[in-house]
């Protein structure tokens, strides 16, 4: 996905990336992504990240939008909120 392994993704707050509520339909991230990409992109954003922004953007929609990866990214979540619940201690 991108330029980041699995594993650095699931360290991401990739919801919170995009600005969109962990509920959000494919086509919600979807526009929420071309949103954030129009101000960010590195032709129209001069700062020194304006690359890495926009490829953790960019990172953060296709790992959302491929249903298995969101899945595990869910549960990840989930095991970080409730360990208890998921087995960790």
């Known amino acids: 996905m991108g330029g980041l392994t699995d594993d650095e993704l699931l360290e991401k707050d990739l919801f919170g ?4 509520d962990r509920k959000a339909t494919d086509d919600e991230i979807t526009k929420a992504y071309r949103k954030k990409a129009r101000r ?22 296709d790992a959302l ?3 298995m990866f ?5 549960m990840h ?6 360990p ?3 087995g960790s201690q």
């Open 17 to 20: 990336i995009l600005g969109v």
């Open 40 to 61: 960010i992109h590195p032709d129209r954003n001069n700062s020194p990240t304006a690359h890495e922004d926009f490829a953790l953007l960019n990172a953060a929609k």
């Open 65 to 67: 939008l491929h249903s």
């Open 70 to 74: 969101r899945l595990r990214y869910e």
């Open 77 to 82: 979540l989930a095991s970080k909120e409730n």
């Open 84 to 86: 208890q619940e998921c």
